[in-house]
Nanobody, 125 residues
Framework: QVRLVDSGGGLVQAGGSLRLSCAAS????????MGWFRQAPGKEREFVAA????????FYADSVKGRFTISRDNAKNTVALQMNSLKPEDTAVYYC??????????????????WGQGTQVTVSS
């Protein structure tokens, strides 16, 4: 498993931006896919975005496509989620996650074997 520490959440008005970051331990960071998920109160955890180990492929939920951008810096073992044009419905706890079984991005929650502790994002209307 990989140790993940995510950060960068906060309170922002609708239409604003936030950038989430996730730092990973280990020396094989560039070999596995990374993803971001979120969980709103009373709802199940849902997929937001994923990126391949090489950064060549990304994958987004329809609800965030065109507004959010996932990226990674393999030299620094970090992955980021740039969130623009935020909406109140984006309010949730956001988690970064690692799928160490593959370098290919995917949206299947059960594939991800390591998780960050979560960071709260609140978007006010």
């Amino acid at each position: 498993q990989v140790r993940l520490v995510d950060s960068g959440g906060g309170l922002v008005q609708a239409g604003g931006s936030l950038r989430l970051s996730c730092a990973a331990s280990g020396r094989t960071f560039n070999t596995y896919a990374m993803g971001w998920f979120r969980q709103a109160p009373g709802k199940e955890r849902e997929f937001v975005a994923a990126i391949s180990g090489s950064s060549s492929n990304t994958f987004y939920a329809d609800s965030v496509k065109g507004r959010f951008t996932i990226s990674r810096d393999n030299a620094k073992n970090t992955v980021a989620l740039q969130m623009n044009s935020l909406k109140p419905e984006d309010t949730a706890v956001y988690y970064c996650a690692a799928d160490t079984s593959t370098g290919w991005p995917n949206r299947v929650i059960s594939n991800y074997d390591s998780w960050g502790q979560g960071t709260q994002v609140t978007v006010s209307s």
